[in-house]
């Protein structure tokens, strides 16, 4: 099975459109959240995401935005956007498992581990603690930078951000995770 994976989208859907035309043909597309930002809801890339089926988490970004914690921003994108987009970003889970072929994976937005809202970058600690979960592959955004981390038997990827990267790249990334080689890569794009 081929996967597609993106993540930080942060309310470019011309990065999204051009990261989902550069991946070609998949199984499944799987988002590991910030699709849109708190202050800057996009109902294009809801659209996107939805109408391709992607599979979608909250990230921090949706957490404000959803949880309360910018109520007049709320409000303002409930009196202007179709309900159904939000609700698409309000029901979608703060983790999925699932399987594909023999993996079992794992999509969260930050670390895998307590505290939950951390950051995980190449060498951090909580790697090593990772190899010990019931997963071959672990799915995280957050940072914004890609990184394919082995520990044990579980393989943690990032697929950076399709819109904002944060390393040296300014190009746009995401990850391709093939299920029956148990293979995953990055891949960049340019996303303007």
């Known amino acids: 099975m081929k996967i597609g994976i993106i993540s930080d989208i942060h309310a470019n859907p011309r990065a999204l459109r051009n990261a989902l035309d550069d991946m070609g043909s998949t199984d499944m597309v ?45 409000r303002k994108c409930q009196a202007e956007f179709p309900a159904d987009l939000l609700e698409f970003l309000s029901t979608a889970p703060l983790s999925i498992e699932t399987r594909a072929d023999e993996a079992r994976i794992l999509v969260t937005h930050a670390s895998p581990l307590p505290p939950y809202e951390d950051y995980v970058y190449a060498g951090s600690p909580i790697l090593k603690q990772v190899g010990s979960l019931p997963y071959e592959f672990i799915i995280l955004g957050h ?49 303007d």
Not at 60 to 71: D, I, K, M, Y
Request: hydrophobic share 30%; charged share 25%; aromatic share 6%.
């Open 143 to 191: 940072t914004h930078m890609p990184m394919i981390h082995k520990s044990g038997g579980v393989t943690v990827v990032n697929p950076g951000s399709c819109s904002e990267p944060r390393d040296q790249d300014r190009r746009g990334s995401y990850a391709i995770l093939d299920s029956g080689t148990m293979e995953v890569e990055i891949r960049r794009f340019l996303r």
């Open 30 to 74: 799987l988002c590991a959240g910030d699709s849109i930002s708190e202050y800057r809801f996009c109902p294009e890339t809801v659209e996107i995401l939805r109408g391709a089926g992607v599979q979608c988490i909250r990230g921090n970004h949706e957490a404000v935005l959803l949880g309360g914690r910018n109520p007049q921003y709320l």
